[in-house]
């Protein structure tokens, strides 16, 4: 399998790889925090917070699923990895209706929840194919 089918991509000039899905997560992320940090002040400890806190924390769940080394000869280590990466899938869940909720409150506009929708829903499917991916493999 080359890089492309397992969703990796280089980055900077040496031979390190990320995951196209933590690449996009961390865009997720970084659009968010540039979004809520132009919300208006009374929601800057409510849906603010909690919207750049749930993005990290869907960021951290790929990170810590890419760092759990799994065989297919290692049940708990797959189950591990599974684990993190349902909880990020959860995460993006939780920032879409969080988002939904910020957007209805004018906490930010409603083509910055659009946008934030979009980036979402390309997460959630390379988590899920991720996910898929892994089964596949640890499968053989």
Same mark, same amino acid.
């Given at each position: @399998?080359?890089?492309?089918?397992?969703? @990796?991509?280089?980055?900077?000039?040496? *031979?390190?790889?990320?995951?196209?899905?933590?690449?996009? +997560? &961390?865009?997720?992320?970084?659009?968010?925090?540039?979004? +809520?940090?132009?919300?208006?002040?009374?929601?800057?400890?409510?849906?603010?917070?909690? @919207?750049?806190?749930?993005?990290? !924390?869907?960021?951290?769940?790929?990170?810590?699923?890419?760092?759990?080394?799994?065989?297919?000869? *290692?049940?708990?280590?797959?189950?591990?990895?599974?684990?993190?990466?349902?909880?990020?899938?959860?995460?993006? &869940?939780?920032?879409?209706?969080?988002?939904?909720?910020?957007?209805?409150?004018?906490?930010?506009?409603?083509?910055?929840?659009?946008?934030? +929708? &979009?980036?979402?829903? !390309?997460? #959630?499917?390379?988590?899920?194919?991720?996910? &898929?991916? !892994?089964? *596949?493999?640890? #499968?053989?």
């Amino acid at each position: @399998m080359d890089s492309k089918t397992i969703g @990796m991509t280089t980055r900077g000039t040496g *031979n390190k790889s990320e995951l196209t899905v933590i690449t996009k +997560t &961390k865009a997720l992320c970084s659009y968010v925090m540039t979004v +809520t940090d132009k919300s208006p002040k009374r929601f800057r400890f409510t849906l603010v917070s909690r @919207m750049q806190n749930t993005a990290l !924390d869907a960021l951290e769940n790929l990170f810590l699923a890419n760092e759990v080394f799994a065989t297919g000869a *290692n049940k708990e280590k797959i189950e591990e990895r599974i684990t993190y990466q349902r909880k990020a899938l959860i995460n993006f &869940k939780l920032l879409g209706y969080i988002s939904q909720l910020a957007m209805e409150q004018n906490c930010i506009l409603q083509k910055q929840y659009a946008q934030i +929708t &979009k980036q979402i829903h !390309d997460c #959630r499917n390379l988590t899920g194919a991720w996910i &898929k991916s !892994d089964r *596949n493999r640890f #499968r053989s």
